[in-house]
Antibody
């Protein structure tokens, strides 16, 4: 059974750096085709893809946020970490991590973690 | 930036067929995926690679593709299908995008 769980601060101040950890089980990020992605969802709004890291340690970022994002993995701990710098109130959202499977030149997200709500406020 | 366009809302009566569309210029070249999200819950994959159904997803969920539009069809809609539905695809092999979401209301 594949499971993922996000952890990190519920509240951050504007201009601070957010660090989120995704701890997963049931698969290995060293297996070809396996990836982990981060997606966020502001309250009442749509999903937004943020970043993805693959089994080969290749990293991909949203064009609009790439200057603020860093994704990394610790395969031995089954963890993926996302950092986002210079947080702003518009970054208030539920942040999800999800396993991504690469196949046939495409990737999809399944399953997802439960998500963690991050509020940006002074 | 690349966008996927979905209708904001679709309404159907129980037992009817719901069709939710998703349009994007790259869809002829890239697979589409569909996720169901109920209030307060994480998204769940219901269709992958345009028309494949994951195990555990009811047969009433199906997907199709034609040109720049993909469609999620829910046949014999049930009250439990009321949710937000998101399409997802890519504009290349290294950038992913979600549609704006469609709220399905079961009347």
């Amino acid at each position: 059974q594949v499971t993922l769980r996000e952890s990190g601060p519920a509240l951050v101040k504007p201009t601070q750096t957010l660090t989120l950890t995704c701890t997963f089980s049931g698969f290995s990020l060293s297996t070809s085709g396996m990836c982990v992605s981060w997606v966020r969802q502001p309250p009442g709004k749509a999903l937004e893809w943020l970043a993805l890291i693959d089994w080969d340690d290749d990293k991909y970022y949203s064009t609009s946020l790439k200057t603020r994002l860093t994704i990394s993995k610790d395969t031995s701990k089954n963890q993926v970490v996302l950092t986002m710098t210079n947080m702003d109130p518009v970054d208030t959202a539920t942040y999800y991590c999800a396993r991504a499977i690469y196949g046939s030149g495409s990737s999809w997200f399944d399953p997802w973690g439960q998500g963690t709500l991050v509020t940006v406020s002074s | 930036s690349y966008e996927l366009t979905q209708p904001p809302s679709v309404s159907v009566s129980p037992g009817q067929t719901a069709r939710i569309t998703c349009s994007g210029d790259a869809l002829p070249k890239q697979y589409a995926y569909w996720y169901q999200q109920k209030p307060g819950q994480a998204p769940v994959l219901v269709i992958y690679k345009d028309s494949e159904r994951p195990s555990g997803i009811p047969e009433r969920f199906s997907g199709s593709s034609s040109g720049t539009t993909v469609t999620l069809t829910i046949s014999g809609v049930q009250a439990e299908d009321e949710a937000d539905y998101y399409c997802q695809s890519a504009d290349s092999s290294s950038s992913w995008v979600f549609g704006g979401g469609t709220k399905l209301t079961v009347l």
